[in-house]
């Protein structure tokens, strides 16, 4: 409910003409509308008291005791009686004066000065034309349509803000020495310091109400404001600090309309002029305090709940209404603006209702504030609540979930430990099985070589020995010419088989080292096929246990037999490294190499493997263009040593 406020006067004037202008002289108010004719506003009461016949008003300007009218057929002057005296045949769009009394007019491009007895002082053509002039102590602003010129007194250009050159600028007022007041269409008003030319600007985007500003005037220590949402008055004061209240007064309130295209100050009063008429409101007008606000109701699922009665909500319960009121006989325009958390922008609200609607599962905490001025923010109402998440969604399920998930990730994973436990513990026996059937095969296949070897030494190589003694005597007895070549060709295969023998089983391994046993071995090898075949030995060999000796020579006559046949090399280098616990045979030749996915089965680098593996040793090998290389480690237990 609104209450029009008793002490404004309002006065329609014509439904048919709009008003134009109105200047105050003492007690008395001249209103003159757009067809020249001109009205006496004095005590309240509104007088016609003139037609200026064949005039085209373009300006009014008030000097002295007197009135100047421009119009298009030049400048009158209109004593108190309003009698007409034309002064000049010139004809202009605003009439100023400045603080030496010398009165200055614009007209298109033009800007004329004249002295107080309007004697032509000195005129200025500019490239653009301005419709509105204004004259501080320090600058002369030219400005209309669009855009804001700036000179000082020598008619020398200023820079502004580059800002005020694309604005629709409606009128400047000077505040005080320093600062100006721009008004603007479309942009709200700017504070101006005319002599940093900083600014602060005031709009419906922030920090005040309006839009358009058709009209200010001073009035003692307030600023009024003609908007298109009515008249907004602030101390000047708080707005030269940046810190200005607003109070509005609208259609509501009691002014003729909200749309206020002139303010005049005239005696104790403001007379606030629209098109078809005039308020007049006292200068000592105040609103009565602060609108009072009430929360109507809370609906939850179009269900009535009070604030209290909403703290927890379930899932299901996420479209909440809120309405709310205020009382108040006096302020129009009380803005209202919300939001669920402290993060969240502002929701501005015009119905005096809030919707949310499928709110999600949290916290929210409700803030709501309202503002006479869209500046100062005054706390309503705030309360938190909560809506809680569907069961399949809830805390405690998930984390029964989770938990779940672990424990079978744990038993699984103990599982998987215990089965790869298991697996390994399997590995190991077949490894153990499997090395035991290795050694038990190598076992037997060294005793079969010992029972051939002795076989062909105790036999075969004595029958040999025999055989070739008599058949020696008796070629020798008969003169045979033969005999020597005999004796030698039996000569030669009992070498062979002693050769075959040493193959079988090497001699001296115990005896004369495995180093030495090797020199000899590949010793033969080099006098026979011419393959180069370097040995280094390195530390001191001490190795008392015969199986160690025995594989390590097996492992080398296997590689030097897989270099004769298959490698192409023309050398072989072969370390062999003592130390304490460990046995390092490292082998190398400078052949074709072979790819290690190209072995197969019978091949002899996995029987040299097989060999390894009896004695708990390591085979490390790489092979390419350079040829192969081999790198064993055997370990040596110290009761070996």
Known sequence: YYIPELSFFTQNISISSKIKTALSKNDKTFIIDDRGRIFLEHNGTVQFRKKLNNFTLTAVFDRSNNLLVSTDKGIYRLDSSISEKKMRAESFTCLRQDPQGFIWGTSGRQLWKFDRDWRMVSRVDFDKSSPSLMLTAKHIYRFGRIGLDVYNYQKDEVTVPKLFQGLRISNILSLNDSTVLVGTLGSGFFVLNEQSWAYKQYSAQGMFNASHIYSACVAGSNLWLGTEKGIAITRIDSLLTGTPKFEFITKRNG??????????????????????GFTSI????????????????????????????????????????INFKFIDFKNQNIFARSRLSPNDPWNYSED???????????????????????????KAVS???????????????????????????????????????????????INEQQTKLINAELE???RERSRIAKDLHDSIGTNLTAVKMTVRSLLKKYMEPKADYVETELQNTIQEVKDIIYELVPSGLTRYGLTEVIQNHVQKITENLGLE?????????????PKV???????IQELLSNSLKHSQSKKVTIHLNFFDDLLNILYQDDGIG??????????????????IQTVQGNLKFESGDFGVSYNIDIPLKRADL
């Open 594 to 611: 072979f790819r290690a996915e190209s072995i197969s089965n019978g091949s002899g680098l996995l029987n040299i493997q097989s060999r």
């Open 383 to 429: 309360f938190g609540f909560s809506v809680s998440p569907p069961w399949w969604k809830s805390w405690y399920l998930q984390a029964s979930i989770f938990v779940s998930l672990m424990l079978l990730f744990f038993l699984y994973f103990k599982r998987r430990e215990s089965l790869l436990r298991e697996r390994q513990e399997y590995l190991k026996i």
């Open 352 to 378: 005096r209702k809030e919707n949310f609607y499928a709110l999600g599962s949290g916290k929210y905490f409700y803030e709501l504030e309202y503002s006479l001025d869209n500046f100062h923010w005054i």
């Open 549 to 555: 000796n025995l594989v390590a020579f097996r492992i």
């Open 444 to 446: 037997t296949l060294e």
């Open 282 to 321: 006292p200068e000592t007008y105040h609103s009565q305090g602060l609108p009072h606000f009430y929360l109507q109701n809370v609906l939850v699922n179009n269900q009535n709940r009070i604030p209290s009665g909403f703290e927890n909500l379930n899932y299901f319960e996420n479209n909440i209404e």
């Open 255 to 276: 002014i003729i309309n909200d749309r206020v295209n002139q303010l005049v100050h005239a005696r104790d009063r403001i007379l606030a002029i629209s098109e078809n």
């Open 533 to 545: 075949i370097e040995v280094h030995s390195f530390g001191s060999e001490i190795i008392k246990d």
